[in-house]
């Protein structure tokens, strides 16, 4: 299968989003969607594409991030769940497995909700039940909400290794990073800023894995235990050492764990 992806600007909902595809059109396993982090573009998943040669894998840019362009207006998560329905509908698949990552995470949470039909199995890493969630630490979360901290590129590098690697004792390139617009960021903080899934988690009966690491300071492991207690079935992946971004500083066992899981009948 292809270690590169197939990229491209597609208009869908009235936004055009930049789409990566790998292995497009692999049989024998539904398709997964990558959900991204808050102002992360889509290339720095492309080692976790790469390592699950056997299934297609798509992951686009959110509006502003990336190569996407800026939004016109701001979104909700609902709203971004059906833009991500639609260009499901643009890529004739009616139903994928899905990998949220930290705000990616909300979304799918998003998705998994209003498009139970079309979801799969679904994995929720480093994430959150939204505004309801337990604090991480204030200095790295203060970042967060200063734009000029995230959307300049040389504070954005400066201040990287702290924000994502915070907690963590193994090393992660970041050198696919972009930094992503002043609308795209902060639009994507104001969509999860007063946005909840506690009130649906119970309603949820896919099958749903929650994966978590020990040493995470953006988003503590109670926030783990959270989700896990209030979706009905879920099952729980703690990791240790690899801090908020695990799933690339410890990639082989979350790799390991998550192809388990979804290939599991």
């Given at each position: 299968m292809a270690k590169t992806a197939q990229l491209s600007l597609i208009g869908v909902?009235?936004?055009?989003?930049?789409?990566?595809?790998?292995?497009?059109?692999?049989?024998?396993?539904?398709?997964?969607?990558?959900?991204?982090?808050?102002?992360?573009?889509?290339e720095l998943l492309a080692p976790l594409a790469r390592a699950l040669p056997d299934r297609e894998v798509i992951c686009f840019d959110m509006p502003g991030?990336?190569?996407?362009?800026?939004?016109?207006?701001?979104?909700?998560?609902?709203?971004?769940?059906?833009?991500?329905?639609?260009?499901?509908?643009?890529?004739?698949?009616?139903?994928?497995?899905?990998?949220?990552i930290s705000w990616g995470g909300a979304l799918a949470q998003q998705f998994a909700f209003q498009h139970r039909a079309r979801t799969g199995k679904v994995?929720?890493?480093?994430?959150?039940?939204?505004?309801?969630?337990?604090?991480?630490?204030?200095?790295?979360?203060?970042?967060?909400?200063?734009?000029?901290?995230?959307?300049?590129?040389?504070?954005?590098?400066?201040?990287?290794?702290?924000i994502y690697n915070g907690g963590g004792n193994e090393r992660i390139s970041l050198n696919a990073?972009?930094?992503?617009?002043?609308?795209?960021?902060?639009?994507?903080?104001?969509?999860?800023?007063?946005?909840?899934?506690?009130?649906?988690?119970?309603?949820?009966?896919?099958?749903?894995?929650?994966?978590?690491?020990?040493?995470?300071?953006?988003?503590?492991?109670?926030n783990a235990h959270l989700l896990h207690n209030a979706i009905p079935g879920s099952r729980l992946e703690m990791f240790d050492g690899g801090g908020h971004l695990f799933m690339l500083s410890q990639r082989d066992l979350f790799i390991a764990k998550m192809r388990a899981f979804l290939d599991e009948d």
């Open positions: 909902a009235g936004r055009r989003l930049h789409l990566a595809r790998w292995n497009a059109g692999a049989t024998g396993h539904p398709p997964l969607l990558m959900l991204n982090g808050i102002g992360l573009n889509l991030i990336g190569s996407s362009p800026d939004p016109i207006i701001p979104y909700t998560m609902s709203c971004m769940a059906l833009t991500t329905a639609a260009l499901l509908d643009r890529l004739e698949i009616d139903q994928a497995d899905l990998l949220g994995v929720l890493a480093a994430t959150t039940a939204g505004a309801t969630m337990v604090p991480g630490n204030m200095s790295m979360l203060a970042h967060m909400t200063d734009p000029r901290e995230y959307t300049v590129e040389r504070t954005l590098h400066r201040n990287l290794a702290s990073v972009k930094a992503p617009s002043p609308f795209g960021f902060s639009y994507q903080l104001a969509a999860i800023s007063t946005w909840s899934s506690l009130p649906f988690l119970p309603l949820l009966s896919m099958p749903v894995m929650i994966m978590a690491d020990e040493q995470d300071q953006m988003v503590p492991p109670a």
